[in-house]
């Protein structure tokens, strides 16, 4: 039996993983489970799961929580302290890593020195401090297996293969709904419209992301990280029908891709029971009910996010937590509708232009440089 802490067990990628374990009674059990601020999901996690304790950051939510699981014996603990706590010293063997954006770093760092591995979804951990987590990986002997649908797929070509055998990779992206949509009328993308993601249900923030395409951006960063490849041995193709996950081409001239319906149980599944596969009813991609699968370049001209993140990667250091720290903010921005969809890149443009880049970067480092951006960023915002 594994036992599972999902941290972000509320948002999207949490939600999935609970079905997983839902599904595999026998194979999983839930020791944490975590929040933000929606208390009344959490609470009804809690009851369906029985975990040993929950943790909540919002301290109005706490008390609800408290009140609402008096009788069942489940701790209920508040705060970013009480996270770390619990990723460190909860009696689980495998993180599940859904928090959303820079939040998810700290309780990372500590399931990992505690020597739990870890099933990572929020990206953000190793794009702003990759160096870091794949020291400590190393150290403490942890096993991190990717959830990101992209790295998930470029993780199974890789099994049985040599790292030094692989020419180059090609992460697919879907291209967001504005895919087809002509530059001219960018200015006049809404909130609503950039929240309607043609192939994947996700939450908010990745959903910007992958209508800017800086959610492939990041991804560019993370597997620079999880495959310890070079810039240039990363490619980024769009693939509207998102059923090609990612692909490794070989030195040998032979390409591997990992094809499957677009459904983020299934990476979650696999990082679950990795180096097992576990039978379910999920969807399979059926060939015989599609008559294409399309490929083309990115427009970096339409979608500049993606080349801010190729520049960060180049320089490494602290700028890539520079670009996450703007890109959270600005896109929080953007969600309150107080800046437009194409401000998005200059804003972060900007920030990354100011900053002067530390190379090899402590803990220390790192979290100077995201909170210097993100006052940096709000103050060109004009938001304190
Ligand atoms: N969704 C996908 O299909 C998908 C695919 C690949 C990778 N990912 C990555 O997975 C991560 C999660 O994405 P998501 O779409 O599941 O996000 P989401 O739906 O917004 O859920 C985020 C989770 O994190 C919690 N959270 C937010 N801010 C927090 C904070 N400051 N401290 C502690 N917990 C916090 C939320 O709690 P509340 O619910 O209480 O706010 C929620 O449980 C992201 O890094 C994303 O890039 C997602």
Not at 83 to 112: H, K, W
Not at 262 to 279: F, G, T
Not at 317 to 323: C, F, H, I, N, Q
């Amino acid at each position: 039996m594994k036992k599972l802490g999902i941290f972000g067990s509320t948002g999207s990628i949490g939600k999935n993983a609970l079905q997983v374990v839902r599904n595999n009674p026998d194979r999983f059990k839930v020791v944490c489970l975590t929040a933000n601020n929606n208390v009344d999901l959490l609470v009804h996690q809690a009851l369906q799961f029985i975990p040993e304790t929950v943790c909540i950051s919002d301290q109005a939510g706490f008390r609800i929580a408290r009140q609402r699981l008096r009788q069942t014996g489940i701790q209920v603990v508040c705060g970013a302290e009480a996270l770390c706590d619990l990723a460190r010293e909860a009696d689980f063997n495998m993180m599940v890593g859904a928090i959303v954006g820079f939040a998810g770093l700290l309780p990372t760092l500590q399931a990992i020195k505690a020597g739990k591995d870890i099933a990572l979804a929020n990206k953000e951990t190793l794009v702003v401090a990759g160096e870091i987590v794949n020291r400590l990986l190393e150290e403490h002997r942890v096993r991190l297996i990717p959830i990101d649908s992209e790295h998930s797929a470029l993780f199974q070509c890789l099994v049985g293969e040599d790292r030094s055998s692989i020419r180059k990779i090609i992460l697919t992206a879907s291209g967001g709904p504005f895919l087809h949509k002509p530059k001219e009328e960018f200015n006049k993308i809404t909130v609503s419209e950039a929240l309607k993601h043609p192939n994947w249900k996700m939450g908010s923030k990745i959903t910007i992301d992958s209508a800017t395409l800086m959610n492939k951006g990041l991804e560019v960063i993370e597997a620079h990280w999880l495959f310890g490849l070079s810039p240039d041995k990363i490619d980024v193709a769009i693939h509207p029908q998102s059923i090609i996950h990612s692909m490794v081409e070989f030195v040998d001239g032979s390409t591997k891709a990992q094809m499957g319906a677009p459904d983020m149980k299934v990476p979650i599944q696999y990082a679950l029971s990795y180096p097992e596969r576990i039978k379910n009813g999920f969807n399979a991609f059926n060939f015989k009910k599609t008559s294409r699968l399309d490929f083309f370049k990115p427009d970096r001209t339409k979608f500049k996010c993606l080349s801010l993140a190729y520049n960060a990667l180049e320089e490494l250091g602290t700028m890539p937590a520079v670009l996450n720290a703007a890109n959270e903010v600005v896109v929080e921005n953007f969600l309150k509708e107080r800046i437009k969809f194409v401000d998005i890149p200059t804003y972060i443009k900007k920030t990354m232009q100011k900053h002067v880049v530390i190379q090899n970067p402590d803990l220390e480092g790192i979290l100077e440089a995201d909170q210097w951006a993100r006052s940096y960023v709000r103050k060109l915002l004009g938001y304190n």
